[in-house]
């Protein structure tokens, strides 16, 4: 299970000195602003149908009565578009000059649990694989996230399936703060250093009971007992039996044969890292960006000579299954998948990832 | 200053290219804001070119082709119509002001035709102002 | 109006006769996804597989999609709604599929569900029409008293705005596009393989999704379907950022229905209307 | 990084007056991959052209924007200066600030501006710009005429004439088509069979003529300079190559088929030869009509050849040829007049159609030249009328051109024959031909009644009594304004000339297009009546619009004149700007195969790809706007090349 692998941002706080508050949600307008004021507040808003996480900047876009966003927060770290480099074409030759890394501290307001985690999964890949990802660190550093329980109540989405890979639907892993929705109002409790001195410098916030935190605890209590699906799969298993079923490519048409290769699962996914760079030019100025890739797309492996080394959708997704669910695991010694169910749920053909894991699981 | 329009002309070799050349060659005057493209034929115009040209910041663009019927390759302006139609349809649905698109056919001898195209046009969009609805705002370009 | 059980039965009905006569190698229809509310495009190969099929309100994708990935010749039966009906029709026109080579099963219903927000599906988003254009077994009862109304109704309030207000519309519509390519990749219409979009020679619009980009991709893409698009609604449904996309192609629709009297995807024998022309053309139409 | 040399050209003051040269050249000079820019007073002339290779040489230049003339006037001077300093001659680009600039304004400041911009698109564009190389395929130096009438004789004997071989393909077992079916010829009178027998006979003399007659082109593959056609030879069941022509069998033959040539008046044998100068003289059976064929016994021919050259075993032969032009003369139908009800004929046995007349007065026609009726009478009475079907929006909305003056002829033997009262109805009198005008005046003088009015109908049924046994011609006389009935003995219909009915496969088997009618489209009404819009195939005669015979034959030398400037040439270079499709990116959508007007891509069904013949394509670029998938490149207009340009144009 990845929560066995423990943090790299491993600064938990004592039990002792636990800095615990509260807001009623009438409130939840005065919080938004006190975050708000201490940097670039990230928080769900409604737009239409959908809710997905937005930079606020009206007070009242602020909603907290979601299930979960379409999009992952992930582009808090990992914008899906960034210039690294800026350039002027000139006689003799381009001037170029490197976009400062700056980011001022931010706050990710009402981030569930398994997205929490799914930060956790991503600093293994920028922070921990030997090259330092400058960018991701720089955001990472100066970002509180506070977390956000699912309410054990509510029965989850049927496309979760967040607690068979080892996430409950009210870790607290991952957040730097985390809330528990209370009737009327909202508990907070400081988890790392950085959530509790958010805590303490928000005068808004109301000191809770001992009540409220026996709630609290009740609550996180109680969502352990959410069930998602019933399948469980542990890291290295399911790397073995990907490794072994690679080759089995009737069966790997087959599981996807519906799939229609667009990027939709991979730009929804908050576990999804992969970027293309490109120089983009316009007259004589230009950029050098970095952006989201997919590698559903044909030409996330097109060579230069022509040759595509995954021509065809089901070499494709198999990569994605066994990317995020073996080798994955071999690389970084967890699946970089965390059950939200984004995925099967914008998937326009309603493809469930989960599925095709169970079934390789059970080959 | 007063605003002048920038047109983009994509002219077709045989007729309106020629057309633009006798204009020159008969002296004739009308203003200098139209910058021509020469293609083959005006069938050879991609969609995409027009869309493009708004992009770069053209106030308007003309496409120029022989009249139907005395295409060099016989139909092919024939196609270019639906699809410059098309394209006309389509900048219009999508908010652009149709009146920064002018499609003219105008043969080898209407060198005129030509400049008093030009003229009009340039009057026109002079009326209506730059075009800033597809207009690349250069340093708008990043998103988070 | 056929009920939708008896459809279903028709359909595994009709499937397995067709896969057991051998009269095709494969019937393209949905089976259950990760419950029954999604359910999954679905080939069946065996008479065995015809039990995976199902048919619900849920079953919405246009399975048009998936005829072109098939090699040629392969003798194919697909469960056909409306405008499902109508793409195949436009696919056998543009030579992508043979007539002969399809068995078209059609089915008539009106009532289909969206699987993202389990709504019934308003039939003006799509090509508002009840009954197969083209089939070779029907099978439920042909809707006769289908609903009033024109495909275009939806446009009436763009159609209304002043061009300001409609660019300020689309340009907040495209700036929310991320680029995954659901929209084409989900068209049944759009089979290219490389698309446009991916050339590197011209770069047609920055690869990164920048607003610009955004604008050159779908405004060439909706030229692209200009005379195609059977209007299914597939793009705007399979959008995860709400892009209503198919207003627009519709409203392409209406214009070459009016400049070029012809609708796509209603007879096998028309030619596409973008690599035509026709008497009745005339340089109104560049009005 | 391309090394780019702008070279400005002052044209003495012409562009020096309005452009600041100096200015920008000095511009160009700024611009990035620019290496070097000059300006100068004639940059066409010989020094010029020498700075210009110099700098090639001396800044190993591999691109050069000539900011000049138009490139219409000197782009292919300057292709060869660059070509001769070893750049490969794609590597230009003309920017025009002559035509388009410094002539259309008098403000300095706004021609200079504009040319800046123009120079600036040109760096853009070079540097996307490829080398290209212009090809060449050989030429077969032989030509296939197709149509026997006299436009095919004319453009056959014509090509002989210059010493290439002619294959003249005729679908019927004689060359002459409808001329040999005419009697005389207007307006001079001078009998037809007199004037075009000699030609026919020319055609079967000349040995770098082959005759291929009772033969139909099945195929028409490969492009200009090189087509293969394929022709089936249709069964004539006489072997021709034993045959001395004596005809002793059709004189035995008991079979009778209707006679094609005397418009069905009457009956032939079934072994024929279908007119007394037929060439070739050889005769041919009508499987329909002989007995043998029907009932499987006779063979009475078999007997009475002496050369055993009777073969009823044979069978339809296909044979390839190769040839490096083709000229259509396929002819024209009459149209078939028994649809107009109105005029009665097929009802009515005194109405008779133009070209039943003709063989009326032929002395080798049916009635030896005598002009009597079916029913053996000879009229008293003849009514003419013109613009049957012709000028009719009901049918052919066209004037077909040669019946006024052939009604003319027509009224001119009918007096001279009958001595009768002739009629002549007309809409409006149509003579604008050498002669023509004088041979109306003639017949004026000849006490024909001329009555303008589009005849309304024919009829047998009248309550006037004098009337009775006569046909009734019923007409609104425009000049009178009175409604004429007028009671005639005969009838004969003047109808329009039509396509070939099978004109639509013929085009399809050439690439041709036809207009609404059905008429082979020419490829410029004005400046390329001969040519077609597929290359090396031309038109000539009827098969483009109703013609007279001089029209006729003065097209059919025209079209040979225009083969000739293909056959005449060992090679012929091929357009290098052509496109190509990049099978990677190509969707199979087919779009170019639709939309292309020269038939130049393929679609290849087995790799799921189009395919660009580059010796049809002539670089257009409509396929590239039509595909969807970007996949074709038109060479020297890239999608990349004309975006560029566009982004330099628009960047001040």
Known sequence: MIGSKGSLNADHCEKEKVVFKKITLEKLGDLVSALKEKGPLYAPVRDGKAVNFQKITKTADVTLDFYNTVFSPKFVFFPQTEDLIRYTLQKEGAQAEPVPIAASPSVILGVRPCDAKSFEIMDRHFLGAGIIDPYWKNRRDNTVVIGYAFDPAAPPDPADFYNTVGIHAADTEGSDVFMVRKDGELLLKGITKKGESLLKGLAVLDAASAQDEAFFDETIRKDRGVKTRFTEITDTAIAAKLVGSFEKQEIWEEMTASCIGCGTCTFVCPTCYCFDINDETLFRKGARKRFWDACMFTDFTLEASGHNPRPRIFQRYRQKVCHKYSYHVTKYGCISCVGCGRCTRSCPVNIDIFSIVEKVANL | MDFEPKILGIACNWCTYTGADLAGTTRLKYPQNVRTVRVMCSSRINPSFIIRAFQLGADGVLVGGCHPGDCHYGTGNLYARRKLAITKKILEFAGMDQKRFRVEWISASEGNKYAEIVEEFTRDLKALGPQNTFRIEKDSRERI | ?287 | MSRIGVFVCHCGLNIAKTVRVSELAEFAGTLPDVVVAADYKFMCSTPGQELIQNDIKKYNLDRVIVAACSPLMHEKTFRKVIANAGLNQYLLSIVNVREQDAWVTDSEDEATAKAKALINGAVYRARLLQPLTARFIDVNSDVMVVGGGITGIQAALELAETGKKVYLVERNSTIGGHMAQFDKTFPTLDCSACILTPKMDAVLQNPRIELMTYCEVEEVKGFVGNFDVKIRQKARYVDHSKCNACLACTEKCPGRGTSEWDEGLVKRKAIYIPFPQAVPQKPVIDRNACTYFKKGKCRLCEKACGQSAIAFDQEDTFREIKVGAVIVATGYDLMDTKPLVQYGYGKYPGVYHALEIERLFNSAGPTGGKVVMRDGREPQSIAILHCIGSRDKNHCEYCSRVCCMYSLKFAHLLKEKTHGDVYQLYIDMRAPGKGYEEFYNRLVEEDVKFIRGKAARVTDKTDNPDFAGKLVVEVDDTLTGRFATIPVDMVVLSPAMKPRTDAKEMARLFNLSTDKYGFFMEKHPKLAPLSTMTEGVFIAGACQGPKDIPDSVAQGTGAAAEALTIVVKDRLELEAATAIVNPASCCGCQSCVRVCPYGAPVFNREKNVSEINEALCKGCGLCAASCPASAIFTRHFTNDQVMAEMEGLMEF
């Open chain 3, 1 to 287: 109006m056929t009920n939708i059980k008896q459809i279903e039965e028709n359909l595994k009905r009709e499937a397995k006769r067709l896969l057991e006569s051998k009269e095709v190698s494969v019937v393209l229809a949905y089976a259950r996804g990760y419950d029954e509310h999604h359910p999954l495009p679905y080939a069946a190969r065996t008479a065995g597989e015809v039990g995976n099929l199902i048919f619900n309100e849920y079953c919405t994708y246009n399975l048009a999609r998936y005829l072109t990935k098939y090699p040629p010749k392969t003798k194919i039966a697909i469960a056909v709604k409306a405008a499902d009906s109508r793409a195949v029709v436009q696919l056998i026109q543009e030579e992508k599929v043979k007539k002969e080579d399809l068995v078209i099963l059609g089915i008539p219903f009106i009532g289909m569900k969206d699987p993202k927000t389990g709504e019934e599906i308003d039939q003006k988003t799509t090509c508002h029409m009840a009954n197969p254009v083209l089939y070779d077994i029907l099978l439920g009862e042909e809707i006769r008293d289908a609903g009033a109304g024109s495909p275009y109704d939806v446009l009436a309030e763009l159609e209304a705005m002043d061009q300001a207000a409609r660019w300020s519309f689309w340009e907040k519509e495209f700036s929310k596009c991320i680029r995954c390519f659901a929209c084409r990749k989900a068209c049944p219409m759009c089979y290219c393989d490389p698309c446009f979009m991916d050339a590197s020679r011209p770069r047609w619009a920055d690869k990164s999704p920048t607003a610009d980009g955004n604008l050159m991709y779908h405004l060439t893409r909706f030229y692209h379907l200009a005379g195609r698009c059977i209007d299914c609604g597939e793009c705007s449904r399979a959008c995860p950022m709400d892009i209503p996309l198919h207003l627009f192609h519709k409203k392409m629709a209406k214009e070459c229905e009016t400049m070029f009297g012809q609708a796509a995807g209603m007879k096998i024998d028309d030619k596409p209307v973008m690599v035509n022309y026709g008497n009745q053309d005339s340089d109104e139409m560049l009005k």
